[in-house]
């Protein structure tokens, strides 16, 4: 099956410094999404992409859809405590009927005061 | 702001007993899926629901596994036998288009 591998699958960080994690894949994805879930909540949308090569800021986060859509990025500047979750990457196919997304295995982020 | 809403947010059964579990999407969404997370590890797609009928499933969505839209407001799975290895926690999401909106959770417990 369809596997995204998410990279690192935990940071530990002090307040204040830059963090950037990865999604890679086998497979061709059409619409890139991460997530944010915090302990015993559903995933929070932070960012969605559509197009190979986009670009798109929310606030401290930054995403990328990548050339070959085989991977994205998301960068978080200047973390603060409340960064503190699991993000998820989640990638769904083009000709996914049902628009089933596809998760990455999360990177857990530890921040510092 | 709207939210997809889950009840109950926490289910203890016993192994072998059916359990349904409730969702209210966001009220102009078109699409409903069920997603189930076994703690600590990631998010797995169930099954996607559109235009009253299954779009889309998983291998785990097996014949144990139902989904329902009784009104114009609830989507609900039911899990019919339950097993020790279908205790994760569900999450269901509903969306527009692409964007999906999960809601908080129903833990599930089977003993």
């Known amino acids: 099956g369809q596997q995204l591998n998410q990279s690192p699958q935990s940071m530990f960080i002090q307040e204040g410094e830059d963090v950037s994690m990865n999604c890679t894949s086998s497979s061709i994805f059409n619409t890139w999404l991460w997530y944010k879930q915090d302990p015993g909540e559903g995933p929070v949308l932070l960012i969605a992409l559509y197009k190979a090569g986009e670009l798109t800021s929310n606030g401290r986060l930054t995403a990328q859809f990548g050339i070959t859509r085989k991977d994205s990025f998301l960068n978080i500047s200047a973390s603060i405590p409340s960064d503190v979750g699991i993000y998820f990457c989640?990638?769904?196919?083009?000709?996914?009927?049902?628009?089933?997304?596809?998760f990455g295995g999360g990177t857990r982020l530890m921040v510092k005061p | 702001e709207p939210e997809v809403t889950q009840t109950p947010s926490h289910q203890v059964t016993q192994m072998g007993q059916e359990v349904i579990l409730r969702c209210v999407p966001i009220s102009n969404h078109l699409y409903f899926y069920w997603y189930r997370q076994i703690l600590g590890q990631k998010v797995e797609f169930l099954v996607s629901f559109y235009n009253n009928e299954i779009s889309e499933k998983s291998e785990i969505f097996d014949d144990q596994f139902s989904v329902e839209r009784p009104d114009g407001s609830n989507f609900t799975l039911k899990i019919r036998s339950t097993k020790l290895e279908d205790s994760a926690m569900y999450f269901c999401?509903?969306?527009?288009?692409?964007?999906?909106?999960f809601g908080p959770g129903t833990r599930l417990t089977v003993l």
């Open positions: 999401a509903s969306s527009p288009n692409n964007e999906q909106f």
């Open positions: 989640a990638g769904r196919r083009k000709n996914n009927a049902g628009n089933m997304l596809t």
